[in-house]
């Protein structure tokens, strides 16, 4: 059973930074692809970026290519999202979210274990 805690969150105008951490205890941390999804209110899940177990296959939505960088450190077991130029559209609550498959799926469903979530409110 792994537990994950996401940090982070909060608020920022248009255009700014934010980066959201995931910490990760109960298992073994470097078994899992990790991913980060988001959730807008009366939205589906989305995939925002995947990692593979030891950190290669980083994998983006196309919305958020070249701004976002997904991370994770093996050694301290967490994970974590750099968010660039972020716009009020992404305002969410954002997830992450650790995967036993072959590889990083942009699916939620695929994922085992989810996060609490973590809000980010982008102001315009």
């Known amino acids: 059973q792994v537990q994950l805690v996401e940090s982070g969150g909060g608020l920022v105008q248009a255009g700014g930074s934010l980066r959201l951490s995931c910490a990760a205890s109960?298992?073994?941390?470097?078994?899992?692809?990790m991913g980060w999804f988001r959730q807008a209110p009366g939205k589906e899940r989305e995939f925002v970026a995947t990692?593979?177990?030891?950190?290669?296959?980083?994998s983006y939505a196309d919305s958020v290519k070249g701004r976002f960088t997904i991370s994770r450190d093996n050694v301290k077991n967490t994970a974590a999202l750099q968010m660039n130029s972020l716009k009020p559209e992404e305002t969410a609550v954002y997830y992450c979210?650790?995967?036993?498959?072959?590889?990083?799926?942009?699916?939620?469903?695929?994922?085992?274990?989810w996060g609490q979530g973590t809000q980010v409110t982008v102001s315009s």
């Open positions: 990692i593979s177990r030891f950190g290669g296959l980083p």
């Open positions: 979210a650790a995967d036993s498959g072959a590889y990083g799926s942009r699916s939620y469903i695929d994922y085992d274990y």
């Open positions: 109960g298992g073994t941390f470097s078994g899992y692809n």
